[in-house]
């Protein structure tokens, strides 16, 4: 099985990151291949960021269905192109903050999402209540911290996600938290042991849950609402992503 | 007062209508500039076609902001690129679904949408959910026409609009009914009329309401969710989008 | 186009206030007339004192038919009488917290009520529940004054109430703010400027947003639970009440 | 203990067979008192009257609570006055429609509200929202019967009562129906019978609910929004309505 | 009438207490039945534990048929057992949650309830939202008291919650507790007192709910999710429990 | 990894079915165990039989913790003590209602359910409620056959099961159906392929998403709703089942 863990920013080295992330967790004879998109922005702080790097993840599917992937993830917490992408793919596509909140759906009684910056609250709660989670979710929490932050080397990162976490659990009853950025990949295992409870990263779960709609012979539905792009003609800029019949 | 109107696809008969139902709606003062993007496609069917309009409503309100414009209208009933377009815009920016919606709960007590292909139904869904409309909506009807069906002379499109707002009205028991398609946008007094209740265009209502936020000194709240774009890098195709300070 | 700011209260002095935040926001050609009914409560704040201003707003609004007003403002920030004089007008009626929450709706991600007594605080959740504004609102805050205070001269109202709005935005995470009441129409400037995000008076939005839907000729829908009242028998005090065919 | 059975509208016949549906359910030791407003409409078919029968409904409970009644029920399925009566009474107050439902919720999965005409759907439609019960409301049916029709000697009200509650339960999956106006108070042995499912008349349920809640000690609260109404001047016909410490 | 109230944990203490409680309230002629089930926990505090002891309360209520009572409450604050009850008492039954939250709404705008362990947390918010009362509930209070706490003599068990419940009053606006648990069914009249407000024991609350429903001739509906169990085998320990025609 | 699939109900033709369909999707290296347990119904259509068949489950993961167990699945579409279950398990706990729901919210924009008996339509929309998928759910659709009709040779539930589930895409708009039974866990492909649509088995998905949790590293929550039971005393019957330390 071969899928594509699309990082939607362009900063290679949280790529790799990502792709170290989903292959820790991949099952033997799934092949992890983690991209960034060849444009958009090197972080995704906001509505703005969101919107060109769904092009970026949306253009990744369209190549992906060429080369014969499985499935998709797309690892940015704001799900950006999510349902455009599955009207592309045929196999599952699934959002890493949909991924993370559905994973703890299943394991908890309430999480709380711990992420960076504050100006990403309204997209985390638009998501929340789009995905029909308002009455599981029992805080959002931000760090102050950039996107980029995260990559820095020496950086109190780390520390700063782990006390947001510990603050979830103990001020706002969450039972587990969900690592609300694809830039703390590599932090589940230490805040999981740190704060003495679930730790969710949504790349992690996110492999897991394509791995397995595949294995279950479960594509995109393509009766409804994430049936083909009808063939049409688009111009400018964006002339060669028209789709075909 | 200078109100971009931005019909997201770039089928320009349509931006020709949806221009003149903005200006036959505006105030004595009120400029109205109706535009279609640079790049994108003919016309938008789903999720897939959404995203791509969104960059090119972004793109117009970036140049928006430049040229001096005090508000916007989106066009499209998807509501394309609307939180995006928001976090650029220092005045209001208005989805003619949302204008729609929210004129509605101003006049009655329950309304149906009338749209294009059946294919759109989930994206609306999503709409009336994010919107807080869900206990307003008494259904979503669709009509089988692909968007540029409207624009044939000679089709019978505003027979079959007509047909479906007057099921809306006797079995789904709406009060008032939403035009689901930009293109749309010339037939409000005609369905009105036949129906004999409020049939509501998007984008005469997004004009009315853009004014009257601008006339109030109202522009986006730029402390939250809809702050300015971070600057950043952005590479590729989109190196030119990268915010600045 | 004639529009009637009904004060609700009988307080007249802040009928002349909630009448010049009107005519300040109305378009040229706009007559704006403010006035308070001739029976009732002078301030209403609880239930009780808005089902009987219920009683003069409608009042307002039958005379008003006969005037030849084209649309009405409900000037208390609890919306008394609304659903009921909406059955009477053929035009738009509006209350003024509706109007502040659908403009706080197409400006922000967040909006917090800034309010008077706390005793009003049920019949505020009432209304942001009814208007499916559930997820956008932030917070319901009070200020321990009655509505009356905001009448003194050389009373600490506006500091007070600037404190609050400066709460909303920082500890509730609001990116704009809405004054609850109709005796704060003067404070809407000041307010903005002082907290650096956008202060919603509901009276000055109700006008443009009752001059929007008169100018799209849209007035309240007659097919369902607006239509007019039926003709029938009133008795005792009420006999002149009575709806005629 | 003494409870007053308010009929908000002044139609007798309908004030005695509320009073005789009360008095047949009402504990032995419990003395009914079923009246009429000396004001208002004589049946209450939408918003409009609604807002007059309030104050007469206020105006009973008023009264009511010099001549030292333990509780009160409001006869009419739109459950007018209700907050503000709350405000004036140290016991409970319950109206039918709210009986009905709770009533419902405690012996059934899912009810249907049968009514007379059309219009009252919307008003229904705000009360089960406001009260929790949308996710038990499986239909709202309408009879096309003004209400006065169901005081007519000969009519066949009963029988299309029974045929509608017959289809809610058969064709909507109810399993219970609430019979949705005062005036259907004598139908709830009759129609329970007809359809072999629990017809809930709002009147007989209110009275058991007040008299458990008044045998419980529980009076209405008074910390918060149902606190007594401030003392205050009301002018005009309502000057003698001001409340006093 | 007899009602028979089921204590679902096997503390006879505890069980006493309850019998006293529904004693106190029942109207003359209601005999009150008082019972633990023959097996099950101590006490309850958690799923767990409710599972088993929902098996003890589907006891009762089948004995319960036989013995030939009219009602049913279910004297645990998570209503262990009570759908399933419901299928096999012709008669209602009601669980003093369902009860206390039914009973909170008819006499204030919002209630808080006070309980035991923080484990429980998770419960109680399952029973608010399936119950509809999400929009009601300002508060879940825990009090770090285990259930049996309750029962030791000379603890200070009442000052715990007398303090928990003032909380909710005053810093989270409630203005009515509700007792969240069976063993505090002694405390009503003395909270009450001491907060200022009311406070509801659900046991109370629940008789008056049973009676009231009897007296209505309203028993469970069996046309929908409630009718009575398909005969069918069980097997093993449960060999004897299986339903018969 | 090992995996406990428990049929609650004690048919063991089920079992096996649920077995092998389990089997089929398990990856290598995974064992699944499939048992029925040793007490409780042959089948759970109800409220009644799913109280019983949940002390079967939570016997079963009682006794996979000390077997080592990672993980179970409950294979009933009513997910019979599932939250008790999770107090039990170490490892994740999944119902096959849920797993099913959460794998549709991944591939499609709306599901409906084709179950057996209409008496379990309440049964399913509480679950519905409960996940948050009320939003998701186009229809839940019955079949009136019973449970162990699924296990006749030759009974036409095949075709009966298709049939419906068609009319759940072409007149309720679904775009992939929920088989809501665990006896249809054989008809998956079958069904998928007839109706050109994704038809979700919750045992198969259930597999799949325990087997993903697992790798992942996550188990139940166990820091608040969850937590392991209190250790106590249990009498009667039960005795043997009280939590020990």
Redesign the interface.
């Known amino acids: 099985m071969k899928i594509k863990v699309i990082n939607p920013n ?1 900063t290679l080295s949280m790529t790799a990151k990502i792709g170290e992330a989903a292959r820790a ?1 991949a ?3 799934t092949e992890i291949v983690a991209v960034s ?7 995704i ?8 790097a ?2 970026g993840v ?1 253009d990744e599917v369209r190549k992906g269905e060429a080369e014969g992937f499985d499935g998709y993830v797309i690892a940015c917490f704001g799900d950006p ?1 999510l ?2 992408a ?3 793919a045929k196999g ?1 596509v ?1 959002g890493i903050a ?1 991924a993370a909140m ?2 703890a ?6 999480f709380s999402v711990v992420s960076t910056l ?6 985390l ?2 998501l929340v ?8 979710c029992r805080s959002i929490r931000t760090t102050d911290m ?1 996107v980029l932050d995260l990559e820095e080397e020496g950086s109190n990162a780390r520390a700063v996600v782990v006390e947001e976490c510990r603050k979830a ?1 103990e001020e706002d ?4 938290v969900l690592l609300g950025c694809g830039g703390m990949s590599d932090l ?2 230490h805040v ?1 042991r740190e704060i ?3 730790a ?1 990263d949504g790349v ?2 996110g492999v ?2 394509v ?3 595949v ?13 083909r ?2 063939p ?8 060669g ?3 075909t019949a």
Chains 1, 2, 3, 4, 5, 6 share one sequence.
Do not use: W
């Open positions: 362009t967790v099952a033997v004879g998109p060849q444009m958009g922005p090197v972080s702080e906001g509505f703005y960021d969101d919107a060109f769904a092009i949306i192109g349902h455009a599955r009207e592309l599952p699934v949909e559905h994973a759906s299943l394991i908890g009684t309430g504050d100006r990403s609250r309204a997209h709660e638009h209540h789009a995905y029909g989670m308002t009455h599981r950039a659990i009853k969450a039972d587990c589940m295992a999981s003495g409870a679930p969710i992690s779960a897991k849950l791995e397995g709609l294995a279950l012979g479960l594509g995109t539905a393509k009766r409804g609402g994430y049936a792009p009808l049409k003609t688009y111009t400018g800029n964006f002339a992503y028209g789709p």
